[in-house]
């Protein structure tokens, strides 16, 4: 079946680690996007790549880092510089075109 | 930046009640799509609308966009404990932006 594959669904860090979440897809999507929920919050968007090697800073882009190198993948690193990084990410992919998103079961980080 | 707001942030209903989220621009929106979000799950999408006084429905579930583009509204018949969880509002311009989201509670 095809579908998003984030990794892991959960993660516990120290204070002062980067952390890297996995995004997979294998819908042959051209874009991807990276959108983190706090609770009673909506999504707010990170980053987002609509192609290869390519891909825009979102609302709240700060502390946050990604690479776009395959058109499967599009991994998100936490970095130390993110003040507040414990929330629920989610992952969400999209055809050119196509109206709507499909989305990962999401990872939810905790930094203590 | 374009932003959608949504209310109301909660519902409590009866089981059998109606329910109506709303979600409301200051600007002419190209379409709106509604997303599902099951607790501790993912949004899934449900529906996308593009013109002007579109009405579409799924079941129970009935989607309106306004004259004017600028407001949305997703209403509920008779609600079901399957239909526990929050319903956001977005628009799409090449980048999907959320509201805040509806969380709808239905007590059996």
């Known amino acids: 079946d095809g579908g998003i594959t984030q990794s892991p669904k959960y993660l516990f860090r120290k204070e002062g680690q980067n952390v890297t979440l996995s995004c997979e897809q294998n819908l042959n999507h051209d874009a991807m996007y990276w959108y983190r929920q706090d609770p009673g919050q909506g999504l707010r968007l990170i980053y987002y790549?609509?192609?290869?090697?390519?891909?825009q800073k979102g609302d709240i882009a700060e502390g946050y880092s990604v690479s776009r190198e395959k058109k499967e993948s599009f991994p998100l690193t936490v970095t130390s510089a993110q003040k507040n990084p414990t929330a629920f990410y989610l992952c969400?992919?999209?055809?050119?075109?196509?109206?709507?998103?499909?989305f990962g079961s999401g990872t939810r980080l905790t930094v203590v | 930046g374009q932003q959608v707001m949504q209310i109301p942030q909660y519902q409590h209903v009866q089981e059998g009640e109606d329910f109506t989220t709303y979600c409301n621009s200051s600007?002419?929106?190209?379409?709106i799509q509604w997303y599902k979000q099951r607790p501790g799950g993912h949004p899934v999408f449900l529906i996308q609308?593009?013109?002007?006084?579109e009405v579409k429905k799924q079941k129970r579930l009935t989607f309106q966009f306004g004259e004017a583009k600028k407001n949305s509204s997703l209403h509920i018949t008779a609600t079901q404990t399957t239909d526990v969880g929050t319903y956001f509002c977005?628009?799409?311009?090449?980048?999907?932006?959320f509201g805040q989201g509806t969380t709808l509670q239905v007590k059996p």
């Open positions: 977005a628009n799409n311009t090449g980048k999907l932006i």
């Open positions: 609308l593009v013109k002007s006084g």
């Open positions: 600007t002419t929106l190209s379409n």
């Open positions: 790549s609509q192609i290869v090697n390519d891909f």
């Open positions: 969400a992919s999209s055809h050119q075109g196509a109206w709507g998103y499909t």
